[in-house]
Every structure is written in structure tokens, then in C-alpha cells.
Nanobody, 125 residues
Framework: VQLQASGGGLVQAGGSLRLSCAASEHAFSALYMGWFRQAPGKEREFVAALSWSGSSTDYTDSVKGRFTISRDNAKSTLYLQANSLKPTDTAVYYC???????????????????WGQGTLVTVSS
């Protein structure tokens, strides 16, 4: 599975961006998907995750109420709508996929099987 993240850019604090992650695999609809981010000088951290059906979502506390993860299985694409952006959201954002159909949320990067190349989000104050 190849993942291609896009949609990053420079935005002012309070602004919005929609990140996309296009998957090469037609079996995208069976994959558990997640977004992670890595700020300069920091470790990669979990942002949001979404079950294969789209019925179960999980967010890290710092983005709850501001970010929304979604998927379009017909287009094999994952999205992250990021609103009310803050300078602390500045990071490279990565999409990831896991071959997983369980009921638990996957928040650790080692739990994912495939990774996109990352897209940079810069939020200015």
C-alpha cells in the first residue's frame, strides 16, 4: 500500500487546512487509518484515527473539537480537517494505515504497517 499525503501549507493562527491522504490500494476500505505529526525537535505523536468503517474515531486531547478525521472509501482517500489552528499544531503530518479490524484504537506508530511521506503544516502567530 502506498500512501500520498498532501494539503499542508502555511496558515495563520485560527485558520483551517484540509489534509488528504490518497491510497494506492483498492483494499483501502478494509484498512484502519491514522494521522500522526512530528514537530521540530520532538517525537512523532498520534493525532487521530479512524476505523475501516468510519464508525469509530479517536483523537488526541489537544485536537479534540478542532480536527476531524474522515474517509472516502470510494476514492481511497483519508482526510483530516484541521480548524482553529494554533502555532503548536506546526509539524509534519503523516498518514498511516494498519491491517486491523479490531475494536481498540491504535495510537502507537509501531502498530501501523504503512506510512505516507508527510506534509508540512506551518501555523504562524
Amino acid at each position: 500500500v502506498q500512501l500520498q499525503a498532501s494539503g499542508g501549507g502555511l496558515v495563520q493562527a485560527g485558520g483551517s487546512l484540509r489534509l488528504s491522504c490518497a491510497a494506492s490500494e483498492h483494499a483501502f476500505s478494509a484498512l484502519y487509518m491514522g494521522w500522526f505529526r512530528q514537530a521540530p525537535g520532538k517525537e512523532r505523536e498520534f493525532v487521530a484515527a479512524l476505523s475501516w468503517s468510519g464508525s469509530s474515531t479517536d483523537y488526541t486531547d489537544s485536537v479534540k473539537g478542532r480536527f476531524t478525521i474522515s474517509r472516502d472509501n470510494a476514492k481511497s482517500t483519508l482526510y483530516l480537517q484541521a480548524n482553529s489552528l494554533k502555532p503548536t499544531d506546526t509539524a509534519v503530518y503523516y498518514c498511516a494505515a494498519a491491517v486491523y479490524s479490531g475494536s481498540y484504537s491504535l495510537r502507537r506508530d509501531y502498530q501501523y504497517d504503512y506510512w505516507g511521506q508527510g506534509t508540512l503544516v506551518t501555523v504562524s502567530s
